[in-house]
């Protein structure tokens, strides 16, 4: 299953995403900083600008909506 989270980099939402990730989920989450960001095959970071209100788009991608 994809799930797509805030927080995943922090500590409650780092210990989440392991928990997710050993289950075999893809992970795709949103995060302010973009050197936080990551692209693995089961694991990819979005930026989410908070003062422009915008995320990135492409966190959906291959989804059905």
Same mark, same amino acid.
């Given at each position: 299953? &994809?799930?797509?989270? *805030? +927080? %995943? /980099? +922090?500590?409650?939402?780092? %210990?989440? /995403? &392991?928990? !997710? !990730? ?7 989450? !949103? *995060? /302010?900083? =973009? &050197? ?12 989410? @600008?908070? %003062?422009?209100?915008?995320?990135? @788009?492409?966190?959906? =991608?291959?989804?059905?909506?």
């Amino acid at each position: 299953m &994809k799930i797509l989270i *805030t +927080g %995943a /980099t +922090g500590f409650v939402g780092s %210990a989440l /995403t &392991k928990k !997710l !990730l050993e289950k075999g989920h893809q992970i795709h989450y !949103l *995060t /302010t900083s =973009e &050197k936080k960001i990551e692209n693995h095959s089961n694991y990819k970071g979005f930026l989410w @600008n908070v %003062a422009k209100q915008e995320i990135d @788009n492409n966190c959906f =991608e291959g989804w059905i909506l």
